[in-house]
Nanobody
Framework: EVRLVESGGGSAQAGGSLRLSCAAS????????MAWFRQAPGKEREGLAS???????MYVNSVKGRFTISKDNAANTLNLQMNSLKPEDTAMYYC??????????????????????WGQGTQVTVSS
Protein backbone atom coordinates (compact mmCIF):
# COMPACT_ATOMS: atom_id res chain seq x y z
CA GLU A 1 0.00 0.00 0.00
CA VAL A 2 1.36 3.41 -1.02
CA ARG A 3 1.26 6.05 1.71
CA LEU A 4 2.34 9.68 1.44
CA VAL A 5 2.71 11.97 4.45
CA GLU A 6 3.60 15.64 4.04
CA SER A 7 5.32 17.84 6.60
CA GLY A 8 7.03 21.21 6.79
CA GLY A 9 4.22 23.62 6.08
CA GLY A 10 3.72 26.76 8.11
CA SER A 11 3.84 30.52 7.86
CA ALA A 12 6.37 32.75 6.16
CA GLN A 13 6.64 36.35 5.12
CA ALA A 14 6.81 37.37 1.49
CA GLY A 15 10.31 36.77 0.19
CA GLY A 16 10.94 34.02 2.71
CA SER A 17 11.44 30.29 2.31
CA LEU A 18 9.86 27.04 3.42
CA ARG A 19 10.77 23.42 2.76
CA LEU A 20 8.12 20.73 2.43
CA SER A 21 8.80 17.03 2.73
CA CYS A 22 6.74 14.01 1.75
CA ALA A 23 7.57 10.66 3.28
CA ALA A 24 6.67 7.94 0.80
CA SER A 25 6.16 4.31 1.69
CA UNK A 26 4.99 1.37 -0.35
CA UNK A 27 6.59 2.55 -3.58
CA UNK A 28 8.63 -0.50 -4.35
CA UNK A 29 9.95 0.25 -7.80
CA UNK A 30 11.06 3.18 -9.87
CA UNK A 31 8.06 3.37 -12.21
CA UNK A 32 6.39 6.15 -10.24
CA UNK A 33 5.91 9.75 -11.25
CA MET A 34 5.89 12.00 -8.19
CA ALA A 35 4.68 15.57 -7.97
CA TRP A 36 3.62 18.50 -5.82
CA PHE A 37 0.24 20.20 -6.11
CA ARG A 38 -1.48 22.97 -4.23
CA GLN A 39 -5.04 24.13 -3.75
CA ALA A 40 -6.12 27.54 -2.53
CA PRO A 41 -9.64 28.14 -1.16
CA GLY A 42 -12.15 28.37 -3.97
CA LYS A 43 -9.64 27.34 -6.61
CA GLU A 44 -8.88 24.13 -8.45
CA ARG A 45 -5.97 21.92 -7.51
CA GLU A 46 -2.87 23.12 -9.37
CA GLY A 47 0.13 21.03 -10.38
CA LEU A 48 3.43 22.71 -9.55
CA ALA A 49 6.37 20.41 -10.14
CA SER A 50 7.03 16.85 -11.19
CA UNK A 51 9.90 14.41 -10.88
CA UNK A 52 10.11 11.80 -13.58
CA UNK A 53 11.26 8.20 -13.23
CA UNK A 54 14.64 9.28 -14.60
CA UNK A 55 14.87 12.07 -12.04
CA UNK A 56 14.10 14.96 -14.35
CA UNK A 57 12.44 17.89 -12.59
CA MET A 58 9.97 20.14 -14.36
CA TYR A 59 7.95 23.12 -13.15
CA VAL A 60 4.99 25.19 -14.13
CA ASN A 61 5.75 28.82 -14.94
CA SER A 62 4.28 30.21 -11.73
CA VAL A 63 6.96 28.53 -9.59
CA LYS A 64 9.84 28.07 -12.02
CA GLY A 65 13.04 29.59 -10.61
CA ARG A 66 11.59 29.78 -7.09
CA PHE A 67 10.68 26.19 -6.19
CA THR A 68 12.89 23.10 -6.39
CA ILE A 69 11.61 19.52 -6.31
CA SER A 70 14.00 16.77 -5.26
CA LYS A 71 13.99 13.23 -3.94
CA ASP A 72 16.11 11.67 -1.26
CA ASN A 73 16.18 8.06 -2.41
CA ALA A 74 17.83 6.79 0.75
CA ALA A 75 15.07 8.27 2.91
CA ASN A 76 12.36 7.77 0.27
CA THR A 77 11.33 11.39 0.73
CA LEU A 78 10.10 13.88 -1.86
CA ASN A 79 11.01 17.49 -1.06
CA LEU A 80 9.90 20.91 -2.25
CA GLN A 81 12.17 23.84 -1.46
CA MET A 82 10.19 27.06 -1.82
CA ASN A 83 12.08 30.36 -2.03
CA SER A 84 11.00 33.93 -2.77
CA LEU A 85 7.54 33.13 -1.47
CA LYS A 86 4.61 35.34 -2.43
CA PRO A 87 1.23 35.82 -0.76
CA GLU A 88 -0.37 34.09 -3.76
CA ASP A 89 1.57 30.93 -2.81
CA THR A 90 -0.78 30.55 0.16
CA ALA A 91 -2.53 27.19 -0.22
CA MET A 92 -2.76 23.62 0.99
CA TYR A 93 0.15 21.71 -0.55
CA TYR A 94 -0.06 18.04 -1.49
CA CYS A 95 2.38 15.47 -2.75
CA UNK A 96 1.11 12.86 -5.15
CA UNK A 97 2.32 9.75 -6.92
CA UNK A 98 1.18 7.53 -9.72
CA UNK A 99 2.59 4.64 -11.67
CA UNK A 100 3.75 5.92 -15.02
CA UNK A 101 2.61 3.69 -17.88
CA UNK A 102 4.07 5.77 -20.67
CA UNK A 103 4.09 9.42 -21.59
CA UNK A 104 5.39 12.38 -19.67
CA UNK A 105 5.23 12.79 -15.92
CA UNK A 106 5.06 16.57 -16.36
CA UNK A 107 2.07 16.25 -18.69
CA UNK A 108 0.11 14.60 -15.87
CA UNK A 109 0.30 17.78 -13.77
CA UNK A 110 -2.59 19.26 -15.71
CA UNK A 111 -4.85 16.38 -14.70
CA UNK A 112 -4.72 15.74 -10.94
CA UNK A 113 -7.19 12.86 -11.33
CA UNK A 114 -4.44 10.90 -13.10
CA UNK A 115 -2.57 10.60 -9.77
CA UNK A 116 -3.60 7.58 -7.73
CA UNK A 117 -2.00 8.41 -4.39
CA TRP A 118 -2.19 11.61 -2.32
CA GLY A 119 -0.94 12.85 1.00
CA GLN A 120 -3.20 14.60 3.49
CA GLY A 121 -1.76 18.02 2.68
CA THR A 122 0.17 20.65 4.59
CA GLN A 123 -0.85 24.31 4.86
CA VAL A 124 1.44 27.10 3.66
CA THR A 125 0.54 30.69 4.51
CA VAL A 126 2.55 33.62 3.16
CA SER A 127 1.93 37.10 4.54
CA SER A 128 2.81 40.35 2.83
Amino acid sequence: EVRLVESGGGSAQAGGSLRLSCAASGITDRRYCMAWFRQAPGKEREGLASLSIAGAAMYVNSVKGRFTISKDNAANTLNLQMNSLKPEDTAMYYCAATELRGGSCFALLSTPARFDYWGQGTQVTVSS
